[in-house]
């Protein structure tokens, strides 16, 4: 379960903290100080929390540092300051008043230097011993924090204010969720920061603390989550932790997220729920995964209704198809005429709903083959027959502890590395419409029966494989080999000279933005150009497609080198 908190700095003034602990409070966040000043309340509230029985769960630091070097000076401020207490978890704390002051000084902080403090603050406190964290809303989680530090493993203390400051539940997945500034308590005829958290692990606990049963329940108070909100909450954060987890060009380095990487499908998902599938398309192996890893093999199957959930219609012929998204919701995007690429939806605002998918990529808009682990954002008015499925969360009992394993399910389903004659699913027909890109003609119904088989032989034949009729990893090695050729003739037969005359003026739109001697991802980089950064010029010459159906912009740089570049890379200026 959940559990009630609130944070304190001076501005609380003189407080009862036996009433606190009367009130239900027992555990609490303090303010240690700001810039390189100590909360002048700071000592009198923890040894007060330590005389009651409140646990310090951790504490925080305003900043004012205007470069790295103050940043750790801060830091070492703070854990000097809490090393008395033993606080466990130092949080930083950088907001709006942080860039004004520095603005009042002729100094402009941005993103850049919002990622370059915490993670020199954080990783300070991590040397000392102490769990780092950071504090932020909602508005500098979008605007401000990269990647950089929502990878880094640190704790994440996330605000979010609804207009009443009412109570609700965190739109994302976080350890702390500060929901309102605004809370009250019985007892106390003022407001508090109400936070809720979610991770045992910051209470020192094996397992999650309930509310205690003085807790007011009212509009602006905390309850007790869930089992269906817990669930949701775990495999949100299951997807967020692989974000930025690139596909491999070969079976080796899987468990990486960067190393090795490629466009050949080859990934961690694959091999750990289904590995005869793998170098196929990922995106929905990566929803199974998430499902798998937060609650165990055998509730994935029962949230997912079959296994693994690898083809978009399956899905959708399992679940009601809701026009319109929640939070944990599975969506189902519609593009030409069928469902083709999937994700988890991880927060809803408005027409506004935010995703974690696999096989896409950072560009605007559905990119469904696009090798890697990325958080979107759409309008659902703009997506026309895209639906979104309901798990049915209040299914699961626990949540597994260690979703970042990666140990490998051992059951006969997962491992079996061939089709024959009776199987029946969405790998037959995987299979059926590979065959058929070879020329063969079979109704793609998922079934192999004896029409598939004798495809199969036949294939098997003419290329002098063992003919024994079953769709092994040799017979579908070579079925992908020959696809392959297939296209890349295809493509180089009705290619034509890309034009050298500027139809318009583009910006690049994400960083490291690969620029390609040819179009198409298995192409090699430029070795005078290899990557565009995000706000590049660049002369957009001509619009090509690739051997996979994918635009690609003909671009110059600089004048004088001319490359490939995903078009969703680039807007029109």
């Not at 993670?119 to 000392?128: E, G, L, N, R, S």
């Amino acid at each position: 379960m959940s559990t009630k908190l609130i944070d304190i700095s001076y501005w609380q003034g003189n407080l009862d903290f036996k009433k606190l602990k009367s009130a239900g409070i027992n555990y609490i966040i303090l303010r240690a100080g700001y810039g390189t000043t100590k909360d002048s309340r700071f000592d009198q509230y923890a040894k007060a929390c330590q005389s009651v029985g409140i646990k310090i769960i951790g504490a925080y630091w305003f900043t004012y540092a205007l470069n790295v070097a103050q940043a750790k000076n801060e830091a070492t401020i703070c854990i000097n300051a809490c090393k008395p207490y033993n606080i466990p978890t130092i949080f930083y704390d950088f907001e709006y008043d942080t860039v004004k002051k520095a603005k009042a000084q002729g100094i402009t902080l941005g993103s850049k230097e919002c990622n370059d403090f915490t993670i020199a603050f954080c990783d300070t406190v991590k040397a000392a011993g102490i769990a780092p964290g950071y504090y932020c809303n909602d508005d500098y989680y979008k605007t401000m924090y990269s990647d950089r530090v929502k990878n880094k493993g640190y704790y994440l203390w996330y605000a979010h204010y609804k207009s009443d400051y009412s109570y609700h539940e965190s739109p994302i997945s976080c350890d702390i969720f500060q929901y309102s500034s605004r809370a009250r308590l019985a007892g106390f005829n003022q407001n508090f920061d109400g936070d809720i958290c979610y991770n045992p692990k910051l209470l020192g606990n094996s397992t999650n603390s309930s509310i205690s049963s003085n807790t007011n329940k009212g509009n602006n108070t905390m309850t007790n989550k869930t089992t269906k909100e817990q669930a949701i909450n775990a495999v949100i954060k299951t997807a967020q932790n692989e974000i930025g987890y690139l596909e491999k060009k070969s079976n080796a380095q899987l468990n990486s997220k960067t190393a090795n990487a490629g466009y050949n499908n080859f990934t961690k998902y694959w091999r750990d729920i289904y590995p005869a599938y793998q170098t196929e398309p990922w995106c929905a192996a990566f929803v199974s995964w998430c499902f798998m890893k937060a609650f165990g093999l055998t509730m994935a199957k029962k949230l997912l209704k079959h296994w693994p959930y690898v083809y978009c219609p399956t899905l959708g012929s399992l679940f009601t198809k809701n026009a319109n998204p929640k939070v944990g919701d599975i969506v189902i995007f519609y593009r030409s005429g069928e469902f083709r690429h999937t994700g988890l939806v991880t927060k809803v605002r408005g027409d506004k709903f935010w995703t974690i998918e696999g096989n896409t990529s950072g560009a605007s808009g559905i990119v469904a083959n696009g090798g890697g682990v990325c958080a979107k954002s759409y309008y659902n008015s703009k997506l026309p027959g895209t639906k979104f499925c309901t798990p049915n969360y209040s299914l699961v009992i626990s949540i597994v502890s260690g979703n970042s394993s990666t140990s490998i399910p051992t059951t006969h389903t997962n491992t079996k590395n061939y089709l024959t004659v009776g199987d029946k699913g969405d790998a037959v027909k995987t299979l059926q419409t590979k065959l058929n890109k070879v020329g063969y003609k079979l109704t793609v119904d998922g079934e192999y029966g004896s029409a598939t088989k004798a495809a199969v032989t036949s294939f098997q034949k003419k290329y002098n494989l063992e003919v024994d009729g079953v769709a092994g990893k040799n017979t579908i090695t070579k079925l992908n080999a020959v696809i392959a050729a297939k296209s890349k003739n295809t493509s180089s037969t009705t290619s034509k000279a890309p034009s050298k005359v500027r139809k318009f003026v583009g910006k690049v739109n994400k960083n490291n933005a690969p620029v390609r001697k040819n179009p198409g991802k298995k192409y090699a980089q430029l070795t005078s150009y290899p990557t565009l950064n995000k706000g590049n010029l660049v002369d957009v010459c001509d619009t090509i497609k690739s051997a996979s159906g994918n635009d690609w912009y003909y671009i110059c740089i600089g004048g004088k080198i001319y490359g490939y570049i995903l078009s969703g890379h680039v807007d029109k200026q």
